[in-house]
């Protein structure tokens, strides 16, 4: 009997360990255009009354890390059932991840990688397929948890949106 209340009380613990170490929960986004689907997967992070970007921020503009995973965890994945271009950019159908250049807050730049399934800080520039620049705004209100949204903008079109604490990046994708 002492066992299996030991048992009991060890997986209770380790499941509020697990539940206390995900502030980062995992998230998609997709749309279907043209019949093709593109899709990415993230793991969101929340502000959580820190400072965010800049110096001594989460996501600093320190020289030795100057590309952002563009979510937590895991490396941001990015599939295309199509052909695209991504703002100027030309990306074969395929599978990708997904960065952000931030050094500058206001000034983000989308980093198409071509390396996949590695760990989020795992960052190789030998394998971008190449930079965007986003389109910047700011929010109304502060923006807690970061979130990422596909969403069509017309027959052969789409809008790829990076929202989080002042900042909302964009990007129009075009349909080949």
């Known amino acids: 009997m002492k066992i299996r209340t030991k048992c009991v009380v060890s997986i209770v613990a380790l499941a509020g360990l697990a539940s206390a170490q995900a502030p980062s929960p995992p998230a998609a986004t997709s749309v279907t255009i043209g019949g093709k689907v593109l899709s990415i997967k993230y793991c969101a992070p929340s502000v959580r009354g820190r400072q965010i970007f800049g110096p001594g921020g989460?996501?600093?503009?320190?020289?030795?890390?100057?590309?952002?995973?563009?979510?937590?965890?895991?490396?941001?994945s990015f599939h295309t059932d199509a052909d695209l271009a991504i703002g100027n950019l030309p990306v074969p159908k395929g599978d990708y991840t997904i960065y952000a250049l931030v050094a500058d807050?206001?000034?983000?730049?989308?980093?198409?990688?071509?390396?996949?399934?590695?760990?989020?800080?795992?960052?190789?520039?030998?394998?971008?397929?190449?930079?965007?620049?986003?389109?910047?705004?700011?929010?109304?209100?502060?923006?807690?948890?970061?979130?990422?949204?596909?969403?069509?903008?017309g027959a052969k079109s789409a809008k790829l949106q990076l929202e989080w604490e002042q900042h909302i990046a964009t990007v129009d994708i075009t349909v080949k």
């Open 58 to 76: 989460l996501i600093s503009n320190d020289p030795n890390y100057p590309v952002w995973r563009a979510g937590a965890n895991d490396a941001t």
């Open 105 to 153: 807050p206001d000034n983000w730049q989308l980093i198409v990688n071509k390396q996949t399934g590695q760990w989020g800080l795992t960052y190789d520039a030998s394998q971008d397929l190449g930079r965007v620049k986003m389109s910047m705004s700011k929010p109304a209100k502060l923006i807690e948890t970061y979130k990422m949204t596909l969403s069509a903008a």
